[in-house]
């Protein structure tokens, strides 16, 4: 006897259920490396914080299509720099090798600030959770 209406939408609900919730583990940063993904356990700066007052209009950094934008941006020593999201899925800026900065994961649709180096130089970052995208702060 085949399954009744009623049966087939419970099935479909659960496998509808069980596909949101792979899509979601995918890009959660949960410790998982599947798909190139990691999590960072590294403790934040107390300089990463989303109450910060606004930054200057050039210094900024968006996150747009799993790309710093800009990739390349010049600012004063100690500048406050501005991060927004605009991608739906959550994203860091941290500083590689001696740069150390870090925003902590920022939200889909949210803002976060963090203090430039006092110190002149060229500061490569990157995503934690996405190693792929990365940019260079440089320092004046």
Do not use: E, W
Not at 89 to 95: I, S
């Amino acid at each position: 006897m085949p399954p009744s209406p009623r049966t087939r939408r419970s099935c479909a609900a659960v496998a509808a259920l069980a596909l949101s919730v792979l899509a979601l583990a995918g890009c959660s940063g949960g410790g998982s490396s599947a798909g190139g993904h990691t999590a960072s356990s590294a403790p934040l700066p107390a300089a990463a914080s989303s109450a910060a007052p606004a930054a200057a209009a050039k210094d900024k950094i968006t996150i747009d299509n799993f790309k710093f934008k800009p990739s390349k941006l010049s600012v004063k020593a100690g500048a406050r720099i501005t991060v927004t999201n605009k991608d739906t899925t959550a994203h860091t800026v941290t500083g590689t090798g001696s740069a150390k900065f870090n925003t902590g994961h920022i939200a889909p649709g949210k803002k976060k600030t963090f203090t430039a180096p006092k110190k002149a130089g060229s500061y490569p970052f990157h995503c934690s959770i996405h190693p792929f995208m990365k940019g260079t702060l440089t320092v004046n």
